[in-house]
């Protein structure tokens, strides 16, 4: 902390709790330091799951079919909760802690023996857990970022040997490959550009965010999620999709450094001593 005042803008690329859910943010606002990317509430509004999917259905983004799972106390309410899935969702399903990031705590279940230990893995993370039925297709990503107004990239394609796209495959899996710019139609590529900017403006995102798809065969579009701090390792999607839009790696640093110094501190804490 006693160096950021030296700091013109902070870029944050912590991920996870505390780096991508609002904590960090919070503290640059209450500092008064301009920062790159969302604010408090876009960036924990995204982190947790089950607030991001209300949000999508309150604007009619199309999505899985999902349920949210708070605070289980006990084995009994745990069998209760799975019943209760049961007869609202159809396998099989993802279960996901609602905070965690980077596919963290998820498991995929095709009974209910594995639900219950999907369950339990879950809300190892937390007390909030959603489950949502599992789609079929192929994995999209767009990248959306604020540069004379609000833009997305061409599409990128996710392929991975894996059941799906878990923490493995992100950081680890050699055979997973990441194609840029995807072979699509131009007519669903724009119909997904265009859900990526509604997803932006639902949870209130600023700067830059990646939103994840699913394409079915029969031309479903199903917005996974939206990723307001997406990563920028050598495997990342976001600087790619950045490079096919015309903006190469210092370009984009740039441009997002810019989007930051469009945006006043709401505050001068200049006196705060810390």
């Given at each position: 902390?006693?160096?950021?005042?030296?700091?013109?803008?902070?870029?944050?690329?912590?991920?996870?709790?505390?780096?991508?859910?609002?904590?960090?943010?919070?503290?640059?606002?209450?500092?008064?330091?301009?920062?790159?990317?969302?604010?408090v509430s876009a960036s924990a509004a995204a982190m947790n799951k089950a607030t991001m999917r209300a949000l999508f259905t309150a604007h009619?983004?199309?999505?899985?079919?999902?349920?949210?799972?708070?605070?289980?106390?006990?084995?009994?309410?745990?069998?209760?909760?799975?019943?209760?899935?049961?007869?609202?969702?159809?396998?099989?399903?993802?279960?996901?802690?609602?905070?965690?990031?980077s596919s963290i705590g998820v498991s995929k279940a095709n009974d209910s023996k594995e639900l219950l230990n999907g369950l339990v893995i879950?809300?190892?993370?937390?007390?909030?857990?959603?489950?949502?039925?599992?789609?079929?297709?192929?994995?999209?990503?767009?990248?959306?970022?604020?540069?004379?107004?609000?833009?997305?990239?061409?599409?990128?394609?996710?392929?991975?040997?894996?059941?799906?796209?878990?923490?493995?495959?992100?950081?680890?899996?050699?055979?997973?490959?990441?194609?840029?710019?995807?072979?699509?139609?131009?007519?669903?590529?724009?119909?997904?550009?265009?859900?990526?900017?509604?997803?932006?403006?639902?949870?209130?995102?600023?700067?830059?965010?990646?939103?994840?798809?699913?394409?079915?065969?029969?031309?479903?579009?199903?917005?996974?999620?939206?990723?307001?701090?997406?990563?920028?390792?050598?495997?990342?999607?976001?600087?790619?999709?950045?490079?096919?839009?015309?903006?190469?790696?210092?370009?984009?640093?740039?441009?997002?450094?810019?989007?930051?110094?469009?945006?006043?501190?709401?505050?001068?804490?200049?006196?705060?001593?810390?």
């Open positions: 902390i006693r160096g950021l005042e030296k700091c013109d803008v902070i870029f944050p690329i912590i991920h996870g709790s505390p780096g991508e859910d609002g904590t960090l943010q919070g503290l640059l606002s209450f500092l008064g330091k301009p920062y790159v990317g969302s604010d009619d983004i199309s999505q899985a079919k999902y349920l949210t799972i708070d605070r289980v106390s006990s084995s009994s309410e745990l069998k209760h909760r799975i019943n209760e899935i049961e007869s609202i969702l159809t396998y099989p399903l993802f279960i996901k802690p609602a905070s965690a990031g879950a809300l190892e993370y937390g007390s909030q857990v959603v489950v949502e039925e599992a789609l079929v297709g192929r994995e999209l990503e767009c990248g959306v970022i604020e540069l004379d107004g609000l833009n997305a990239t061409p599409l990128g394609e996710i392929k991975t040997t894996n059941e799906f796209y878990d923490y493995s495959s992100k950081y680890f899996d050699e055979s997973t490959t990441i194609i840029v710019p995807a072979m699509i139609k131009e007519q669903l590529q724009q119909q997904i550009q265009t859900i990526s900017l509604q997803a932006f403006r639902a949870v209130g995102a600023r700067g830059y965010a990646r939103v994840d798809f699913f394409l079915s065969d029969d031309g479903t579009i199903s917005c996974i999620e939206i990723n307001t701090h997406p990563g920028f390792t050598s495997k990342s999607m976001f600087p790619k999709l950045c490079s096919e839009f015309g903006l190469d790696y210092p370009d984009l640093i740039s441009a997002l450094v810019k989007t930051a110094n469009q945006v006043a501190p709401r505050r001068n804490f200049e006196t705060l001593s810390l």
